[in-house]
């Protein structure tokens, strides 16, 4: 039985996503909604996690007439064992991503880095000063090789602990000692897990989810933290910067390139080497008024952060991008690239290159940057996008005139700064802040959007509905774009949408009341925000005791179910807008719904609306403030308040 099809005010929310996707249907041009539509009813063994196809005498079904597979495994350890996978491929994404900007700056530091650099010193210096690494007296280079040199380790380390977990508050580091979740090199985390999921190895789940959880701290507090510090070493630390999001970014009479993807060593590049006059000078020869470089996913955070390059939009708006007809190519790396672009871009003069040689895709132009030479391989893709130009068809172009202003920028260090000025820099005011109750705790909101549900609507609505009740929400991914074209990352926006005691303090800070924060990588600049509430003190010993959330709205990647489980490990809670696919185990449902938070003290936690959301959220919050003892306070300020307004009147 096929799906209905959906309207297309039931895909997505934002006004330009919906001029597009009509024009799309007008065109009749296939989407990933009408594909959505088009997949019949999805397998409910798949869903539910029970079916086994880890050796050919499967795939097995657990049914209630087949209770074990041809090998005699159960439910359980069937979820288990497909869930442990889902989480390496997370983590080995993230990961793998991070090595390569550490191979880069092991590059730039032997003097072999051909147009890199390291942008940010101090944020080198202080690194290397976190790792115990002597930097006093030392080059940069010499220090930065070091540094390169102990992140590869990171990766390749068979007996030693991770060393980046150190940075964790040292509870957190004893709760993952007691529970030996500690993660040793990320590799061989990764090659473990393969190993005990092979056919007839590990078959006790708990003993495999544990193991999920060990994985994945390897990518939060190894590979994603790591990928992190080494592009703001490289390409610079964040600061807030304005910009802006959504279709409309796009410009009729520039040369429009829209990068996609998620690593920053080529995107970086570009943005360089779009300014460069040569080529400026170039797009106008060609008869355009210059070029607009654009980011989609998680490319476009890492751009946008750093050098306020705008946002065309979000995961499911990589097609949409095309559909405007005024893209002259699209240029992609590794992770969340569809491979049905090339299909999209066939009806309109738009270039597909691809750009990594471990990610390449049938009717894509495969470009590879030269190592040696990257500025003038950056330049010469956007020489070949310019001179493709005069293919564009004007009468098949629409560029949707919504677009949201826009602040991002906001790393841990940079919101540090907001908050204490240049001589105090410090957590001290927020931690004041959710102290005295005008902010009642942070939530993260991270992750994907999915073509199954309707496109960023579950994020805003609960983001909004956050900020309303004096909750300051931290931002990554595609969340954060969904955030960004509804206006939300603007410090107006706290004026009109954020509860009383939230808006005091943004309004004094000068900080949006959702701080968009980053990539997904950069989840790991959450952890590391959270860790510096602990170290500033009065609100618990670990991440598990201060009033903080995390939520995946519309997910959908193996990604997020490693930021998931290394979020739930590191003691926070995270509230899911879909299961993971575990349903068909009680078992292992039961021990990551609860039990986890017996061990670490925060679990996962499905709800299927933004309402329900945010009644748990709000809950959980409530709950952490009874336990730290700063709720009765709260009664007080509610009473001040209320007699404040009688005053006023
Ligand atoms: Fe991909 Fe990072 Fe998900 Fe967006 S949020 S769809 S993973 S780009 Ni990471
Ligand atoms: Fe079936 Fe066991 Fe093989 Fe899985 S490992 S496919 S359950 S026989």
Request: some cysteine.
């Amino acid at each position: 039985m096929a799906k209905k099809e959906r309207s297309i005010e039931e895909c997505v929310t934002d006004a330009a996503s919906v001029e597009i996707l009509r024009k799309a249907q007008e065109e009749c041009i296939d989407t990933c909604f009408s594909r959505a539509d088009a997949q019949s009813v999805q397998c409910k063994f798949g869903n539910e996690g029970i079916c086994c196809r880890i050796c050919y005498m499967g795939p097995c079904r657990i049914t209630p007439k087949s209770p074990c597979g041809i090998c005699g495994a159960d439910a359980a350890t069937i979820v288990a064992r497909n869930f442990l996978r889902e989480v390496v491929g997370g983590t080995a994404a993230h990961s793998d991503h991070g090595r390569h900007l550490v191979l880069r700056l092991k590059k730039v530091a032997l003097g072999n880095g051909s147009g890199y650099e390291i942008k940010d010193e101090r944020t080198l210096r202080y690194t290397a000063c976190l790792y115990g690494i002597e930097e006093a007296g030392r080059s940069k280079e010499e220090v930065a090789l070091d540094l390169a040199n102990l992140f590869l380790k990171e990766f390749t380390s068979q007996e030693e602990k991770l060393k980046t977990t150190t940075l964790a508050p040292l509870n957190q580091q004893n709760i993952w000692h007691n529970n030996h979740v500690t993660p040793l090199g990320i590799d061989r985390m990764i090659v473990e897990s393969m190993h005990r999921t092979h056919m007839g190895v590990d078959h006790d789940y708990k003993n495999l989810l544990l193991q999920a959880f060990r994985t994945a701290l390897s990518d939060g507090w190894g590979g994603s933290r790591i990928a992190t510090i080494v592009s703001d070493i490289l390409f610079g630390s964040p600061q807030p910067i304005r910009s802006n999001a959504n279709l409309g970014v796009l410009k009729e009479k520039t040369v429009n390139i829209v990068v996609h993807g998620h690593e920053p060593a080529l995107s970086e590049m570009l943005a360089v080497a779009s300014q460069a006059p040569d080529i400026i000078e170039y797009a106008k020869n060609a008869g355009a008024d210059g070029i607009t470089l654009a980011g989609i996913c998680c490319t476009a955070n890492e751009i946008l952060m750093r050098h306020g390059i705008p946002v065309a939009g979000n995961f499911l708006q990589q097609e949409l991008a095309i559909v405007t007809g005024a893209v002259e190519m699209m240029v992609i790396d590794v992770q969340c690239c569809m491979p049905g672009l090339p299909e999209v871009a066939r009806a309109y003069h738009t270039e597909i290159v691809s750009t990594n040689d471990i990610a390449k895709t049938i009717g894509a132009t495969h470009l590879t940057l030269d190592e040696n030479n990257a500025l003038e391989s950056a330049k010469q893709i956007l020489r070949r996008a310019i001179d493709n130009f005069k293919q564009r068809d004007p009468a098949k172009v629409i560029i949707p005139a919504e677009k949201k202003p826009l602040v991002a920028g906001f790393s841990v260090e940079a919101i540090k700064y907001m908050l204490g000025g240049t001589y105090r820099a410090s957590f001290r005011p927020l931690n004041d802040a959710i102290i005295q109750n005008r902010i009642l705790g942070v939530v993260g909101i991270v992750g994907c959007n999915n073509a199954r549900s309707k496109v960023d609507n579950y994020i805003n609505t609960l983001t909004k509905e956050l900020i309303k009740r004096n909750v300051l929400v931290l931002k990554t991914g595609c969340a954060a774009i969904a955030s960004a074209k509804q206006g939300m990352l603007t410090p107006e926006t706290a004026l009109e949408q954020a509860g009383t005691g939230l808006r005091e303090v943004c309004e004094a800070v000068g900080i949006p009341p959702v701080l968009h924060m980053g990539s997904c990588v950069d989840n790991s600049r959450i952890l590391e925000a959270g860790t510096e509430i602990v170290i500033e003190g009065g609100l618990g010993d670990d991440l598990s005791q201060i009033p903080a959330v995390g939520v995946a709205p519309e997910w959908m990647s193996e990604k997020a179910v490693a930021i998931a489980s290394y979020f739930v490990a590191s003691g926070i809670d995270v509230i899911l807008g879909h299961p993971f696919r575990i349903q068909g185990s009680q078992e292992v449902t039961g021990f990551l719904e609860k039990e986890a938070a017996g061990l670490f003290g925060g679990s996962f936690h499905v709800c299927e609306n933004p309402d329900a959301a945010v009644e748990t959220i709000m809950e959980i919050l409530n709950n952490k403030r009874e336990k730290l003892g700063i709720n009765k306070k709260m009664e007080r300020k509610l009473m001040d308040m209320k007699d404040r307004r009688k005053l006023d009147v």
